[in-house]
């Protein structure tokens, strides 16, 4: 019998990076993958910062090299894809399902 690999289930997908990178959020890993979208390389894998599924991801508009994730958890991450980790993170900090998120602004 042939091995199967486990099906993973994406939950959002955004090019950055001037449509260079595409970048993943899978859901049973709770990981953020980023690939090279010419060649199929994994440049980045994030993992970690959130505790369940990431259920929104946006990428910057014009700072396209930054992608904003926030999970089922509560937490929210904020990636600098040009350095390959997180410039801010907000672990699990909720109690109920009703999110109520504030970013520093300074």
Not at 36 to 56: N, S
Request: aromatic share 10%; glycine share 8%; with cysteine.
């Amino acid at each position: 019998l042939p091995c199967e690999r486990p099906k993973r289930k994406v939950t959002n997908i955004c090019y950055a990076g001037g449509g260079q990178l595409i970048v993943v959020a899978i859901a049973d890993l709770y990981a953020i993958l980023v690939y090279d979208v010419a060649t199929g390389q994994l440049m980045h894998r994030f993992e970690g910062y959130h505790r369940h599924e990431v259920y929104v991801m946006s990428c910057h508009p014009q700072l396209d090299w930054l992608v904003l994730t926030a999970g089922y958890d509560g937490s929210l991450a904020l990636w600098d894809l040009a350095r390959g980790r997180a410039v801010y993170s907000k672990p699990t900090f909720l109690n109920s399902c009703s999110p109520s998120i504030q970013l520093p602004l300074a």
